[in-house]
T-cell receptor, first 113, second 112 residues
Framework: KQEVTQIPAALSVPEGENLVLNCSFT??????LQWFRQDPGKGLTSLLL?????REQTSGRLNASLDKSSGRSTLYIAASQPGDSATYLC????????????FGAGTQVVVTP | EAGVAQSPRYKIIEKRQSVAFWCNPI?????LYWYQQILGQGPKLLIQ????????DSQLPKDRFSAERLKGVDSTLKIQPAKLEDSAVYLC??????????FGPGTRLLVL
């Protein structure tokens, strides 16, 4: 069974610092890996999706890497802003045809002005 | 395009009472998911529908939880009777291609 672990569980940084969020997974047979953002009282928003054959994806200040051989993914957020404060979830999709998702517990990020 | 709608947004009940949640997916999305997210944990899949059929309900506590999607569009999730440990956020998601899932805002349930 796929296990997804996120370290650290919580992180607080001053505005302007770069954020590094880590994710590890036990089964390298994934279909894709996504990073989601969750804001209190709101649903989950997909930030980046990395296909199994890819090594990284970038969107604006966000960059996510994927290393299937070591079972790791890292989300980098450059020049953090208070609006980046949220919980970030690492999610692995299984290779079965139904696209089942396995979620990590998340990293809660606070960016202080 | 309208997103996934869920209601109610909040619900407080006493243990042993019953409760129902409603979800309306994005139009045209055949796949619908219900997740349970306990505080401090990631969401856990409770049940997955493909149109009006159940694809996966392996983690649904069937002695107290039930879900239906009779016409293959909107869905309801019911808990009867509720326990303290059912306090959580219940998320609904839908997908057109089973690759990208779109999540609703969730229903926050507190069982006293």
């Amino acid at each position: 069974k796929q296990e997804v672990t996120q370290i650290p569980a919580a992180l607080s940084v001053p505005e302007g610092e770069n954020l590094v969020l880590n994710c590890s997974f036990t089964d390298s047979a994934i279909y894709n890996l996504q990073w989601f953002r969750q804001d209190p009282g709101k649903g989950l928003t997909s930030l980046l999706l990395i296909q199994s054959s890819q090594r990284e994806q970038t969107s604006g200040r966000l960059n996510a890497s994927l290393d299937k051989s070591s079972g790791r993914s890292t989300l980098y957020i450059a020049a953090s802003q208070p609006g980046d404060s949220a919980t970030y979830l690492c999610v692995c999709a299984t290779t079965d045809s139904w696209g089942k998702l396995q979620f990590g517990a998340g990293t809660q990020v606070v960016v202080t002005p | 395009e309208a997103g996934v709608a869920q209601s109610p947004r909040y619900k407080i009940i006493e243990k042993r009472q019953s409760v129902a949640f409603w979800c309306n997916p994005i139009s045209g999305h055949a796949t619908l998911y219900w997740y349970q997210q306990i505080l401090g944990q990631g969401p856990k899949l409770l049940i997955q529908f493909q149109n009006n059929g159940v694809v996966d309900d392996s983690q649904l506590p069937k002695d107290r939880f039930s879900a239906e999607r009779l016409k293959g569009v909107d869905s309801t999730l019911k808990i009867q009777p509720a326990k303290l440990e059912d306090s959580a956020v219940y998320l609904c998601a839908s997908s057109f291609d089973r690759v990208l899932q779109y999540f609703g805002p969730g229903t926050r349930l507190l069982v006293l």
